[in-house]
Protein backbone atom coordinates (compact mmCIF):
# COMPACT_ATOMS: atom_id res chain seq x y z
CA UNK A 1 0.00 0.00 0.00
CA UNK A 2 1.21 3.53 -0.68
CA UNK A 3 0.24 6.72 0.17
CA UNK A 4 0.91 10.66 0.12
CA UNK A 5 0.93 12.76 3.25
CA UNK A 6 0.69 16.47 2.95
CA UNK A 7 1.96 18.80 5.24
CA UNK A 8 2.36 22.74 5.36
CA UNK A 9 -0.85 24.06 4.63
CA UNK A 10 -2.60 27.16 7.13
CA UNK A 11 -3.40 30.77 7.12
CA UNK A 12 -1.33 33.54 5.55
CA UNK A 13 -1.93 37.25 4.33
CA UNK A 14 -1.73 38.58 0.75
CA UNK A 15 2.68 38.49 -0.05
CA UNK A 16 3.23 35.91 1.90
CA UNK A 17 4.30 32.50 1.37
CA UNK A 18 4.24 29.54 2.36
CA UNK A 19 5.58 25.85 1.86
CA UNK A 20 4.06 22.90 1.31
CA UNK A 21 5.31 19.33 1.63
CA UNK A 22 4.40 15.47 0.61
CA UNK A 23 6.15 12.84 1.24
CA UNK A 24 4.98 9.05 0.19
CA UNK A 25 5.36 6.18 1.70
CA UNK A 26 4.99 2.16 1.12
CA UNK A 27 6.17 -0.36 -0.87
CA UNK A 28 7.26 2.28 -3.40
CA UNK A 29 10.14 1.46 -6.48
CA UNK A 30 10.08 4.78 -8.61
CA UNK A 31 7.60 7.38 -8.70
CA UNK A 32 7.64 9.28 -12.44
CA UNK A 33 5.84 12.36 -11.42
CA UNK A 34 4.55 14.01 -8.60
CA UNK A 35 2.78 17.17 -8.17
CA UNK A 36 0.46 19.28 -6.88
CA UNK A 37 -3.56 20.08 -7.81
CA UNK A 38 -5.69 22.38 -6.36
CA UNK A 39 -9.35 23.06 -5.58
CA UNK A 40 -10.71 26.26 -4.32
CA UNK A 41 -14.75 26.18 -3.34
CA UNK A 42 -17.32 25.68 -6.04
CA UNK A 43 -14.70 25.03 -8.78
CA UNK A 44 -13.07 21.91 -10.48
CA UNK A 45 -9.83 20.48 -9.18
CA UNK A 46 -6.37 21.76 -11.31
CA UNK A 47 -3.11 21.10 -11.50
CA UNK A 48 -0.78 23.79 -10.23
CA UNK A 49 2.65 22.08 -10.72
CA UNK A 50 4.40 18.83 -11.43
CA UNK A 51 7.94 17.51 -11.66
CA UNK A 52 8.80 14.35 -13.92
CA UNK A 53 11.84 11.98 -12.10
CA UNK A 54 13.48 13.49 -15.11
CA UNK A 55 13.51 17.11 -13.57
CA UNK A 56 11.14 18.88 -15.81
CA UNK A 57 8.42 20.94 -14.21
CA UNK A 58 4.96 21.99 -15.40
CA UNK A 59 3.35 25.18 -13.98
CA UNK A 60 -0.41 26.28 -13.77
CA UNK A 61 0.43 29.77 -15.74
CA UNK A 62 -1.41 31.81 -12.88
CA UNK A 63 1.29 30.36 -10.71
CA UNK A 64 4.10 31.39 -12.77
CA UNK A 65 7.00 33.05 -11.46
CA UNK A 66 5.33 33.05 -8.04
CA UNK A 67 5.59 28.93 -6.97
CA UNK A 68 8.39 26.71 -7.35
CA UNK A 69 8.35 22.58 -7.31
CA UNK A 70 10.86 20.85 -6.15
CA UNK A 71 11.59 16.86 -5.17
CA UNK A 72 13.65 14.60 -3.27
CA UNK A 73 13.56 11.61 -5.05
CA UNK A 74 15.81 9.58 -2.29
CA UNK A 75 12.89 10.95 -0.06
CA UNK A 76 10.11 10.32 -2.32
CA UNK A 77 9.14 13.69 -0.98
CA UNK A 78 7.87 16.68 -3.37
CA UNK A 79 7.51 20.94 -2.07
CA UNK A 80 5.98 23.26 -3.24
CA UNK A 81 7.11 27.01 -2.40
CA UNK A 82 4.61 30.10 -2.86
CA UNK A 83 5.50 33.37 -2.71
CA UNK A 84 3.65 36.09 -3.31
CA UNK A 85 0.04 34.70 -2.14
CA UNK A 86 -2.90 36.02 -3.76
CA UNK A 87 -6.39 35.42 -1.80
CA UNK A 88 -7.11 33.41 -5.45
CA UNK A 89 -4.36 30.85 -4.55
CA UNK A 90 -7.47 29.77 -1.67
CA UNK A 91 -7.92 26.47 -1.71
CA UNK A 92 -7.08 22.64 -0.79
CA UNK A 93 -4.20 21.47 -1.85
CA UNK A 94 -3.54 17.80 -2.91
CA UNK A 95 -0.23 16.02 -3.49
CA UNK A 96 -0.49 13.86 -6.46
CA UNK A 97 1.95 10.90 -7.55
CA UNK A 98 2.62 8.11 -10.04
CA UNK A 99 4.08 5.53 -8.44
CA UNK A 100 5.41 1.95 -9.27
CA UNK A 101 5.31 -0.48 -6.75
CA UNK A 102 7.83 -3.00 -5.78
CA UNK A 103 5.25 -5.71 -7.81
CA UNK A 104 5.73 -3.90 -10.72
CA UNK A 105 2.03 -1.97 -10.22
CA UNK A 106 1.33 1.14 -11.17
CA UNK A 107 -0.35 3.70 -9.61
CA UNK A 108 -1.65 7.18 -9.31
CA UNK A 109 -1.93 8.50 -5.84
CA UNK A 110 -3.64 11.22 -3.99
CA UNK A 111 -2.95 12.59 -1.34
CA UNK A 112 -5.74 14.01 1.58
CA UNK A 113 -5.51 17.59 0.83
CA UNK A 114 -4.24 20.36 3.14
CA UNK A 115 -5.77 23.82 3.34
CA UNK A 116 -4.40 27.09 2.24
CA UNK A 117 -6.19 30.07 2.74
CA UNK A 118 -4.90 33.59 1.89
CA UNK A 119 -6.24 36.55 3.89
CA UNK A 120 -7.00 39.99 1.72
Known amino acids: QVQLVETGGGLVQAGGSLRLSCAAS????????MGWYRQAPGKQRELVAR???????NYAESVKGRFTISRDNAKNSVYLLMNSLKPEDTAVYYC??????????????WGQGTLVTVSS
Open 26 to 33: GSISSINV
Open 51 to 57: SSIGGST
Open 96 to 109: NAFIRTVSWTYLEV
